[in-house]
Each structure stands twice: as C-alpha cells, then as structure tokens.
C-alpha cells in the first residue's frame, strides 16, 4: 500500500542551526514526491518536488531509492521557516504524510 | 491570477444538521480534488473529479457524504446529516493534467473548516 511516514510530529531548532525533517514513503513503482509548507494563516503550498531537483528557499530534498526516503534538509535554519510541513506522494491519489511542525528559535 | 477559492471559511452547526461547502478552482485546471484534514493530520483524499467526472470517489462516505461538480468547474460536497466526528477542516484543491497520472503540482485553497456541535 501507498503510504507516506513522518516520524516527528514537532522540529525545534535554534536559528542558525541545520535542519532536516525526514520522510519515509511506501511505494512499488517510481515515486513522485513533494514537499508542501503551510505557514501561519496561509494555505498549503509546494515548497519542492524531486523532479525538478531545485532549491527552494535554501530548502532541498534528495530522493533515496534505497532507502525509500525523501528527507528535507536546510543548512541553516531561519525564523521565517517556521511552518508545517508536509511530504507528498504524487499520482493519481497524492498522499500526504501526518506533516512536522518546525519551530526555529530565535 | 485567482487562486482556488473556497466559502465558507468557518460553519459551526449542530450534529444531524446538513452543511455544503463550495470550491472554485483556479480557471482552466480541469482536476478538482476535495481532500479531508483532521486536527494534527495531514490531508486524505475523500474524491477527484476529471473535468466533471468523479474518478475516485472511493475514500467518500456515501452515506452522508456527496458532491458534484456541474459543468466541470466550481463543486460543492455536501454532509448530510453531520456527526460530531466531521469536525474538521475540508480542503478543496485544483490542478492542470492531460491525461495520465497526475504528477504535477496541487493548488489549494484556504479550506472550510467545519465545528459540530
């Protein structure tokens, strides 16, 4: 079965420091996966998607076959990146994961 | 350009009581997706419409749950009667396709989000 895991409910990272929310997919076939953010007040939104191999915001995500993963990852971490975040199976039914709350310290 | 549009923003009722929310997609995205959020979960698929086909509707509770989207743009999903355990945030979402598996990128709106009593 399709299925997208991320472990941590809540990330708290000081300002500055290096940050890297995980996630974990179930899938038999070549993956579409993306990255959505939802900030306070503001709808969910793409942050990034594996195809396009961009970065966003200094926010990148590297697809590991292996070990089915999709982590996101910023080298240092700012206020404004405060946010839920949500990994995403794409196709015809995306799946979402349960999202990791980021909390960056001033 | 418009985003996905969605009212209302807010509705409190009274369990049994029958409630419909409305979605206007972003103009020319032909998939419309109405997607279910619960307090600290992320978004299930309750139904995909292609144009105004209802494609995968399998995650719907029929019993109490329907929708339609006329004419291919604006839906409306309605509960009726509603149960306590509805409360949540329902979230209506668009995108471009043309054929195939939907890869591409999921527009959201800001949601309704719904309080039974």
């Known amino acids: 079965a399709q299925r997208v895991t991320q472990p941590e409910k809540l990330l708290s990272v000081f300002k500055g420091a290096p940050v890297e929310l995980k996630c974990n997919y179930s899938?038999?076939?070549?993956?579409?996966l993306f990255w959505y953010v939802q900030y306070s007040r503001q709808r969910l939104q793409l942050l990034l998607r594996h195809i396009s191999r961009e970065s966003i915001k200094g926010f990148t995500a590297d697809l590991n076959k292996g070990e089915t993963s999709f982590h996101l990852k910023k080298p240092f971490a700012q206020e404004e990146d405060s946010a839920m975040y949500y990994c995403a199976l794409g196709g015809f039914k995306t799946i979402f994961g349960a999202g990791t709350r980021l909390f960056v310290k001033a | 350009e418009a985003g996905v549009v969605q009212s209302p923003r807010y509705k409190i009722i009274e369990k049994k009581q029958p409630v419909a929310f409305w979605c206007n997609p972003i103009?020319?995205?032909?998939?419309l997706y109405w997607y279910l959020q619960n307090l600290g979960q992320g978004p299930e698929l309750l139904i995909r419409y292609e144009n105004e086909e209802a494609v995968d509707d399998s995650q719907l509770p029929k019993d109490r749950f329907s929708a339609e989207r006329l004419k291919g743009v604006d839906s409306t999903l309605k509960i009726q009667p509603a149960e306590l355990g509805d409360s949540a945030v329902y979230l209506c979402a668009s995108s471009k396709t043309s054929g195939g598996p939907p890869t591409g990128e999921l527009f959201f709106g800001e949601g309704s989000r719904l309080t039974v009593l």
């Open positions: 899938y038999s076939g070549s993956p579409e």
């Open positions: 103009s020319g995205h032909n998939t």
